[in-house]
């Protein structure tokens, strides 16, 4: 059975980084199949994917248009953990951030998901 | 960039009843690509759907999923007690990889 377990600060300050991790078990952080994914959650701008770290052969990330500019998403291999730092956050950016699983196999969806963190971009 | 709408907004139903959620497309998408998910709160969404219609693990017959192109659709055959709750539609890009979510059906008791 995957789980991914999130952690990670709830409350970040304006124009500072955001960072949050999930800790993959139950599946292979190398898995030549799944990519390992972050999207967040507001009432403003509902479900909004991020970006994705996966490996085939290397790794590979694909990152969304809106936060190109401000965001990386790091594989902790000793860890099997995803890690995902969003910089110059502002009160926008505060969401419920969730990371998951797309299982592959040209499914393009998202079979397993962490529990989600809250945070609030406030001073 | 490929935008969902989903209607309608709210569905207010009975227990028993059947629902039928839309999905649209403003391009046509990859039938492969789509996906449907539940959502209670505080909890995160669980797939239901992928492949616009099959089944995802553990996933109960009295969910179904159809259509192709621009339009589809999540029909809940006959609505259990649990089955209210927010549903979201979401299609995959390839170029620039992207996915995008559709901004929800509520199913709620009427």
């Known amino acids: 059975q995957v789980q991914l377990q999130q952690s990670g600060p709830g409350l970040v300050k304006p124009s500072q980084t955001l960072s949050l991790t999930c800790a993959i078990s139950g599946d292979s952080i190398y898995s030549n199949r799944a990519a390992w994914n972050w999207i967040r959650q507001s009432p403003s701008r509902g479900l909004e994917w991020l970006g994705r770290t996966y490996y085939r052969s290397k790794w590979y990330n694909d990152y969304a248009v809106s936060v190109i500019s401000r965001i990386i998403i790091i594989p902790d291999t000793s860890k099997s953990q995803v890690s995902l730092h969003l910089n110059s956050v502002s009160p926008e950016d505060t969401a419920v951030y969730y990371c998951a699983r797309d299982p592959g196999d040209f499914t393009s969806c998202f079979d397993y998901w962490g529990q989600g963190t809250l945070v609030t971009v406030s001073s | 960039e490929i935008v969902l709408t989903q209607s309608p907004g709210t569905l207010s139903l009975s227990p028993g009843e059947r629902a039928t959620l839309s999905c649209r497309a403003s391009?046509?998408?990859?039938?492969?690509?789509l996906a449907w998910y539940q959502q209670k709160p505080g909890q995160a969404p669980r797939l239901l759907i992928y492949g616009a219609s099959s089944r995802a693990t553990g996933i109960p017959d009295r969910f179904s999923g159809s259509g192709s192109g621009t339009d589809f659709t999540l029909t809940i055959s006959r609505l259990e007690p649990e089955d209210f709750a927010v549903y979201y539609c979401q299609q995959y890009g390839s170029s620039p990889p992207i996915f995008t979510f559709g901004p929800g059906t509520k199913v709620d008791i009427k």
């Open positions: 391009q046509s998408v990859s039938s492969r690509s």
